[in-house]
């Protein structure tokens, strides 16, 4: 909440101790530089259901293959590269491999104690220049790479307990939580610098699990802890402030509470029950839109054109009776947006529907073939919302 409790004072002040931090590391390369971030004015829900027609065009449905070994607990990553879709599972420890349709193609899953195997993975990223998949596990702590097929190459051991995962420029990037250190950048399995220090906001929250991913990427990467309003991007030449979420006083009654050093559940409670800005998930940005969550299911989109911001809780389409309200920020390059429908829920809206309408004949060929030919114990359908 770097912007939201002190303004745009302490944005220039972290951003000016990022410098700091990377001239001292000794390499010689300037990655980051000072940028005027646009001010992203977030209203609430204009009202309960918004129109699909606005953004999207028809979407798509990707049911995602189940059997014995592809059956997935949760979704905890969405990267999209290369015509396949790689879904991380940390129920199951593994990474399982997807083509575009959906069909199961392969899973990395390489438990046990010995040489490219591991106890428990935290999260993963993908290299698209040398087109390999990075696992970062937590126990033991190392990154261990793939072909993206799947296949074993080799493993690193690094120091110390990441939560999140990226790659640029040829490095990762991590997202701990340490006394110093927010974000930090890795070469060849040490901390080579410091992109984002630490601040007290992060101390109030340090305790505190996060388990949806904080670093996520497009084109660059996207770093924005949950708790805080401020947007960096990173392209692994330079690092800048570049949006900032102004929630107005609903995010400025958050601060105070933190500043008085209210409890973790006490906030989130308060957060939730008064819509404020907190905690904010999924950022993601493609050539012309902005997109991120905030509260109690708030859905944001801005439009880079027009400069406007509009929030709603669900996005409908007359005549498809599935609705848009579980978006999941995918990694990868696509302007599009994905919701994670579960099985159960995804039948029972076509039933409601039906029972609504009574017209089988005004669904959407493809919702109908999607539900007839799903179980309720299945995978999740993944929903594409192309923007148009």
Known sequence: MRIGL????TCLLIITLCVGCVSEAGNGQEVTKISDPVIIHVPQANNRFGSLDDFFAEPSYIPLQTTPESLIGSINRLYFFDGRIYVLDKKQNAVLIFD???AFLSKVQRLGRGPGEYQSVMDFTIDRKQKHLLLYADRPYKLLTFEMDGTFL???RVVGLFFNIAMANDRVQVFRKTDKELVSELDHGAVYRTLIPFDAVDLYFRDFFIPYPSLTTDKKVNILPPYSDTVYTYTGDSLAVSYVLDFGERRRQLGKEIERKTSYQDVYTKAMEEDLG?????FRESDRFVSFTFGLNNIVIYDKTSKEAYTTKVFRKEGNPIWFKDYFAHDGEG????SICQPTDFKQQVEEYLKKEGDEGMIPAEVSGVASGISETDNPVLVVYTFK
């Open 6 to 9: 002190t303004g745009i004072t």
């Open 154 to 156: 080799e493993e690193t």
């Open 335 to 338: 302007d599009f947006l994905v």
């Open 100 to 102: 575009q349709s959906g």
């Open 278 to 282: 907190f905690p904010v998930f999924g």
